[in-house]
C-alpha cells in the first residue's frame, strides 16, 4: 500500500474525519465556523482533523479574501474505489447485498 492511500485509509478511519466529509459532500465550500457546527467537538479537534484531511488530499482549501473555504476532494476516494472496490463485478456485489440483507431478515 503506497504511502498515499495509507493516509487515505487513516484519514477515513475517524468517524469524526468521516462525517466532516459527509458535511462537505452534503455542501461543499464551508468555512471552519460552519463546520463546527453540530459537532460534538472543540473548534480545535475540528481544524485537527481538516489538517489530516487536508494531508490525505481529501479536502481542499481555497481562500477567498480572508474566508477560508473547504472543499471536498473526492479523486483520492476514486482510486481507492478503482483499486480496491472497483474490480468486483455489480452483480456480485449486490448478490452479496442480497445475501447478507436475507440472512439479517431471517
Given at each position: 500500500m ?7 485509509f ?9 462525517e ?6 452534503e455542501?461543499?465550500?464551508q ?5 463546527c ?5 472543540s473548534?480545535?479537534?475540528v ?11 481529501l479536502?481542499v482549501v481555497?481562500?477567498?479574501?480572508r474566508?477560508?473555504l ?7 476516494i ?19 447485498a ?9
Open positions: 503506497t504511502s498515499d492511500a495509507h493516509d487515505i487513516k484519514a477515513l478511519a475517524d468517524p469524526c474525519r468521516r466532516l466529509l459527509d458535511r462537505l459532500t455542501e461543499n465550500g468555512t471552519l465556523g460552519s463546520l457546527e453540530r459537532m460534538a467537538i473548534r480545535q479537534g481544524t485537527k482533523h481538516l489538517a489530516l484531511l487536508e494531508a490525505a488530499n479536502v481555497v481562500w477567498r479574501g474566508e477560508k473547504h472543499y471536498l476532494n473526492p479523486e483520492p476514486q482510486q481507492i474505489y478503482q483499486r480496491w472496490l472497483g474490480k468486483f463485478e455489480p452483480q456480485r456485489l449486490q448478490a452479496l442480497t445475501l447478507k440483507q436475507a440472512l439479517e431478515d431471517k
